[in-house]
T-cell receptor, first 114, second 112 residues
Framework: ETGVTQSPTHLIKTRGQQVTLRCSSQ?????VSWYQQALGQGPQFIFQ???????GRGNFPPRFSGLQFPNYSSELNVNALELDDSALYLC?????????????FGPGTRLLVL | RKEVEQDPGPFNVPEGATVAFNCTYS??????FFWYRQDCRKEPKLLMS???SGNEDGRFTAQLNRASQYISLLIRDSKLSDSATYLC?????????????FGQGTTLQVKP
C-alpha cells in the first residue's frame, strides 16, 4: 500500500559473506533512506540517498554501502558480514503528504547471519 | 544518552482504557516529530505528525513541548487492535532530507 517494495523478504548468510538488499519505490520519490532494526530496538539510520547521491550517513562502518538508480530503485550492500548484522533492514522513500514530507517504509528484509 | 528516549513498557491495559506514552529528545535542533506504529514483524507505519499546537486524530492525541523537549501520545478508549509498538520519531534538519531518529518503541498490549 505504500508503494515501497523490498527483496528478498528473508535471507540467511554466514559470517564473512557479502549481501545485497534491494528496494523499489514509487516514481517521483527522489529520496530513499535505509535503516537497520535489531530485535527489540527502534530502527537505526544507516544512510540516505537523494537523486543518486549519498545525502547523509549514520554511525555505520564503510562496509555498509549503497546505491540509488534513476528508476527509483536502490541497493544496500554489506560486506564482511558479522553476527551482529542480523536484523530487519528497512528502506523508506519520501513523499509529500498534505504538504509534509513523509517517509514510507517497505516491508523490510530479515537478515540472519550465522 | 540516547537521542530519543521512550519507556519500552510493555503497557498492559484493558479495553476501553486511556493510555499515555511519553518521549524525550536531546537535540534542540530537531525540526519535525512523528509517532509511528509497528505491528509485530511488520514495517513501521506513520500514525500521526506532532505539532506544537497539539493535534488529534479520532481517539489519538499528540502533543509537543519544545521547551521541555517532550512528546506525548494519548490513546483514548483503547481497542484490541491498538496492540502494537509505538515509535517516537524525530527529524533533525528539513523533513525531506533529514534522517529519522527513532526511539526504542513502547509496546502496548490491550486485553479484553
Amino acid at each position: 500500500e505504500t508503494g515501497v517494495t523490498q527483496s528478498p523478504t528473508h535471507l540467511i548468510k554466514t559470517r564473512g559473506q557479502q549481501v545485497t538488499l534491494r528496494c523499489s519505490s514509487q516514481s517521483g520519490h527522489n529520496t530513499v533512506s535505509w535503516y537497520q532494526q535489531a530485535l527489540g530496538q527502534g530502527p537505526q539510520f544507516i544512510f540516505q540517498y537523494y537523486r543518486e547521491e549519498e545525502n547523509g550517513r549514520g554511525n555505520f562502518p564503510p562496509r555498509f554501502s549503497g546505491l540509488q538508480f534513476p528508476n527509483y530503485s536502490s541497493e544496500l550492500n554489506v560486506n564482511a558480514l558479522e553476527l551482529d548484522d542480523s536484523a530487519l533492514y528497512l528502506c523508506a522513500s519520501s513523499a509529500k503528504t498534505s504538504g509534509v514530507e513523509t517517509q514510507y517504509f517497505g516491508p523490510g528484509t530479515r537478515l540472519l547471519v550465522l | 544518552r540516547k537521542e530519543v528516549e521512550q519507556d519500552p513498557g510493555p503497557f498492559n491495559v484493558p479495553e476501553g482504557a486511556t493510555v499515555a506514552f511519553n518521549c524525550t529528545y536531546s537535540n534542540s535542533a530537531s525540526q519535525s516529530f512523528f509517532w509511528y506504529r509497528q505491528d509485530c514483524r511488520k514495517e513501521p507505519k506513520l500514525l500521526m505528525s506532532v505539532y506544537s499546537s497539539g493535534n488529534e486524530d479520532g481517539r489519538f492525541t499528540a502533543q509537543l513541548n519544545r521547551a521541555s523537549q517532550y512528546i506525548s501520545l494519548l490513546i483514548r478508549d483503547s481497542k484490541l487492535s491498538d496492540s502494537a509498538t509505538y515509535l517516537c520519531v524525530v527529524i533533525i534538519g528539513s523533513s525531506n532530507t533529514g534522517k529519522l531518529i527513532f526511539g526504542q518503541g513502547t509496546t502496548l498490549q490491550v486485553k479484553p
